[in-house]
């Protein structure tokens, strides 16, 4: 697993921040604490910017494979997440 090009363009566009923003406001609607939204975000972002569609989620060996990356590339994520965070908080702003 590797990040790809094409993969980084997307967690880094407006568009990508909007999904993820509607996709994680549906698990703060249930409770879900900050921390494990945190967790979810990586995962989110981390499968993305590999080039994988975020609609077909990894099953078995990929989940396990996804969590050894995210680990191992840490500050990359984290500097993904923070883009993905930032893009969201641009999105509130009045245009």
């Given amino acids: 697993m590797e990040f790809t090009d094409e993969g980084l363009r997307l967690v880094k566009s407006l568009k990508f921040a909007q999904a993820v923003d509607d996709y994680l406001s549906q698990w703060r609607e249930q409770g879900v604490?900050?921390?494990?939204?945190?967790?979810?975000?990586?995962?989110?972002?981390?499968?993305a910017a590999t080039g994988h569609t975020v609609n077909e989620p990894p099953a078995?060996?990929?989940?396990?494979?996804?969590?050894?990356?995210?680990l191992g590339h840490l500050d990359d994520v984290d500097s993904l997440c923070n883009i993905v965070g930032k893009n969201s908080l641009d999105l509130l702003r009045p245009h």
């Fill in 60 to 70: 078995g060996k990929q989940s396990y494979e996804l969590t050894a990356f995210v």
């Fill in 33 to 47: 604490s900050d921390s494990e939204l945190t967790k979810l975000l990586a995962a989110i972002v981390g499968w």
